[in-house]
T-cell receptor, first 113, second 115 residues
Framework: SQKIEQNSEALNIQEGKTATLTCNYT??????LQWYRQDPGRGPVFLLL?????KEKRKERLKVTFDTTLKQSLFHITASQPADSATYLC????????????FGQGTELSVKP | NAGVTQTPKFQVLKTGQSMTLQCAQD?????MSWYRQDPGMGLRLIHY???????DQGEVPNGYNVSRSTTEDFPLRLLSAAPSQTSVYFC??????????????FGQGTRLTVV
């Protein structure tokens, strides 16, 4: 069956450390993979997109990798800050159609000062 | 520029009642979608539309109807609410991706409780 899974446990890290979140999928062949941030009571907000032919993408303190052989994406936040505390969602975009995304269940990140 | 606007923010319904969740976007996006978010399950696609007059079903369409008469609006109708429809509903819009990134813009959500 088709499945997309993120870190099942909440992630707690110390300020200044690097947070690494995992997104694994099975039986999909996505053309794109997107990462979103969601704060409590708010809608998801787009962070980064990576294409199937890209190994790595960076934006400020964020880095995303995409391994289509392993069927896995890693999302890194370097020099983490308490303001980075939120739930992070990965989403498969099979056809570069942002309106038809397949989401993981999310990983709650807590950064302690 | 308001982005994606959903109304209402909160709603309590009795089983069997009907209601319409409203969604409007002002970015002239072709794509609009409705998702529901339940604890531990992530967002699941209910219905989506690629333009006025065109709609299609997502992963969990049962119990919901949609229509798209204009580019801006995409209402979601619950014809006979059931407790299983208690959830947080998000509307999203995006460009129809070609060479550009088709990121989705989400509304603030509607928290619906069916008793």
């Amino acid at each position: 069956s088709q499945k997309i899974e993120q870190n099942s446990e909440a992630l707690n890290i110390q300020e200044g450390k690097t947070a690494t979140l995992t997104c694994n999928y099975t039986n999909y062949s996505p053309a794109y993979l997107q990462w979103y941030r969601q704060d409590p009571g708010r809608g998801p907000v787009f962070l980064l997109l990576i294409r199937e032919n890209e190994k790595e993408k960076r934006k400020e303190r964020l880095k995303v990798t995409f391994d289509t052989t392993l069927k896995q994406s890693l999302f890194h936040i370097t020099a983490s800050q308490p303001a980075d505390s939120a739930t992070y969602l990965c989403a498969l975009d099979l056809y570069n159609q942002g309106g038809k995304l397949i989401f993981g269940q999310g990983t709650e990140l807590s950064v302690k000062p | 520029n308001a982005g994606v606007t959903q109304t209402p923010k909160f709603q309590v319904l009795k089983t069997g009642q009907s209601m319409t969740l409203q969604c409007a976007q002002d970015m002239n996006h072709e794509y609009m979608s409705w998702y529901r978010q339940d604890p531990g399950m992530g967002l699941r696609l209910i219905h989506y539309s690629v333009g006025a007059g065109i709609t299609d079903q997502g992963e969990v369409p049962n119990g919901y109807n949609v229509s798209r008469s204009t580019t801006e609006d995409f209402p979601l109708r619950l014809l006979s609410a059931a407790p299983s429809q208690t959830s947080v509903y998000f509307c999203a819009s995006s460009r129809l991706g070609t060479s550009e990134v088709a990121e989705a813009f989400f509304g603030q959500g509607t928290r619906l409780t069916v008793v």
